[in-house]
């Protein structure tokens, strides 16, 4: 249902109202899971670069545990990271002063449908007068 005249006047002067709020704006930046996301995947990134830094040192100085070390802090960060854009692209939602989420289960039920579970949804609904 489309607002009236008068309504969409109060919500324009409420959204100015509310983008010239410094407070506001922080705050629901700071809310914001997309900017969590990027600052999660910068920090990621930063400690690949610290962790190749760290392999290389230990490969020119010839200690291999210090190599090892650091090629072990590159595969945690790039684990961390892609577990990030994971989570970015499929953020939980919360009710707004609640506790209610939607979670995501990690059993079998918890993944996308895959290739045999499309084929067999299909074979389910299938015609009756098809067999």
């Known amino acids: 249902m489309p607002l009236s005249e008068h309504e969409q006047r109060l919500f324009e002067q409420i959204e100015r109202s509310l983008a010239e709020d410094p407070k506001f704006a922080s705050a629901v930046r700071a809310s914001d899971p997309r900017f969590h996301a ?26 291999p545990p210090l190599a090892v070390a650091g090629f ?3 595969l945690a960060s790039a684990a961390f990271a892609v577990q990030s854009h994971r989570r970015a692209q499929s953020p939980d939602l919360h009710v707004v002063g609640g506790t209610a989420s939607r979670r995501r ?9 895959g290739f045999l579970d499309r084929m067999e949804d299909r074979w389910r609904q299938r ?5």
């Open 105 to 113: 289960s990690r059993g079998r039920a918890g993944r996308r449908p």
């Open 127 to 131: 015609p009756e007068g098809h067999r």
């Open 38 to 63: 990027r600052r999660r995947l910068l920090v990621a990134a930063g400690v690949i670069i610290a962790g190749l830094a760290l392999l290389v040192y230990g490969a020119v100085i010839k200690t």
């Open 72 to 74: 072990v802090v590159m």
